[in-house]
């Protein structure tokens, strides 16, 4: 793998890198794809405030490993900007990883008036692997600026007494409306 100085891209927002760590990482480079492993399971907690929106953990790509970042909420750099997972971008005959970032769209996670979700896809559900630490996530639509689907799948867990809520549109005080993502919620 070779390794390069930072190149950051801010989509607007002078300052923010859009990283829970606050730092910009190495880009990194891999001859070939590197599947990601799977998202760990998190229970997503009351928001601070009518601001603040959910990021899903996700998982970071370095040199050497892979390092997973819990979610959290943060308060979006913009109101039409939305939360971007990391992921291998294919340049000149390799792989560079495009890590986590706000970025911006006609519409955010903050929005004057809901947008219906699409009905859901029906997906088979496979046999559950063996490591028995591991929950099936339903397929779910999530709102980024528009609506993506995000198939089913079996994701690492830790938390025992949990259900699945999907996502839906929460009415703020200011009489605008945020996105709160499908996610495990405590029981």
């Known amino acids: 793998?070779?390794?390069?100085?930072?190149?950051?891209?801010?989509?607007?927002?002078?300052?923010?890198?859009?990283l829970h760590?606050?730092?910009a990482p190495a880009q990194v480079y891999a001859p070939q794809y590197?599947?990601?492993?799977?998202?760990?399971?998190?229970?997503?907690?009351e928001a601070p405030s009518a601001q603040h929106v959910w990021v899903p953990g996700?998982?970071?790509?370095?040199?050497?490993?892979?390092?997973?970042?819990?979610?959290?909420?943060?308060?979006?750099?913009?109101g039409n900007a939305y939360w971007v997972d990391g992921y291998w971008q294919h340049r000149g005959g390799q792989f560079e990883w495009?890590?986590?970032h706000w970025a911006t769209a006609r519409q955010g996670v903050i929005v004057n008036k809901p947008v219906n979700v699409p009905k859901a896809y029906q997906e088979a559900k496979p046999a559950p692997p063996a490591a028995s630490s591991m929950a099936w996530q339903p397929g779910h639509w999530d709102w980024r600026g528009t609506w993506v689907w995000e198939p089913g799948a079996?994701?690492?867990t830790t938390v025992s007494k949990s259900r699945w809520?999907?996502?839906?549109?929460?009415?703020?005080?200011?009489?605008q409306w945020r996105w709160m993502p499908a996610h495990w919620e405590a029981q």
């Open 34 to 45: 590197i599947v990601p492993p799977p998202a760990n399971r998190e229970v997503v907690t």
């Open 165 to 175: 809520v999907n996502g839906k549109w929460i009415a703020g005080a200011d009489g």
């Open 58 to 78: 996700h998982w970071n790509r370095t040199p050497d490993e892979w390092q997973w970042t819990g979610g959290a909420w943060m308060v979006p750099p913009a």
């Open 98 to 100: 495009e890590p986590a």
């Open 154 to 156: 079996y994701v690492a």
């Open 21 to 23: 760590a606050g730092h």
């Open 1 to 18: 793998m070779r390794l390069s100085l930072p190149t950051v891209v801010l989509f607007g927002f002078s300052g923010f890198l859009g």
